[in-house]
Structures are given as structure tokens and as C-alpha cells.
């Protein structure tokens, strides 16, 4: 059973090849797709272990993170990201009944 996330820019790192070596010898980050960015302005502007309540990440944040993921998509896949339908939940409820126990 699945039960949080597998393959996911979350758990493992996925760095971009072409830049790696330069990078590296250059005593820089690898360029990645992870959202370690995004959980850095967190851990600057509240601690999210503690804090009942979490800032609302900026939106341009956000923006980026989508658009590393797609990126990150595009790039493994070799396809164009298409866009699922909306509202969210109800698609998920869907793709997910088949596997209810």
C-alpha cells in the first residue's frame, strides 16, 4: 500500500545532469527540481513545527515550485504537461476508488 508519495521531487533528489559537474567544482547547490527553496522562506519566516498557524507562501514561490515539477515532468517524460481536470478532489476520489478495499 501506498501511503505517502514514491518518485516525487520530495524524497529524492532530482538534479539536473548538464549543470552537475560545474556546479559542484564551483562549490554550488546542483541545480535541482526539489522545493527545498520554498521550505527554506518557511523555516526564515516561521518555525513550521511549532507555529499553529504557517504563513502563506508567496505566490511567486508557489509559481515556481509548479513550474519546477512540470519542468521536472517534461524533461523525464519527453511529453508536454497537460493540465488534469478541476475541481481536484472529486478526480482523485475517482482514480483512487478502484483500489478501496
Known sequence: MLIDEIHTP???RYWQSASYDVRVKAGQEPESFDKEFLRLWFKEHSDP???EE?????ADMV???SNR???MYEQITGT???KG???IIPRLEKNLKKYAV
Open 49 to 51: 513545527y511549532k507555529d
Open 80 to 82: 508536454k504537461f497537460v
Open 10 to 12: 520530495d524524497s529524492p
Open 85 to 87: 481536470a478541476l475541481p
Open 63 to 65: 509559481e515556481e515550485m
Open 54 to 58: 504557517l504563513p502563506e507562501a508567496p
Open 69 to 71: 515539477y512540470i519542468r
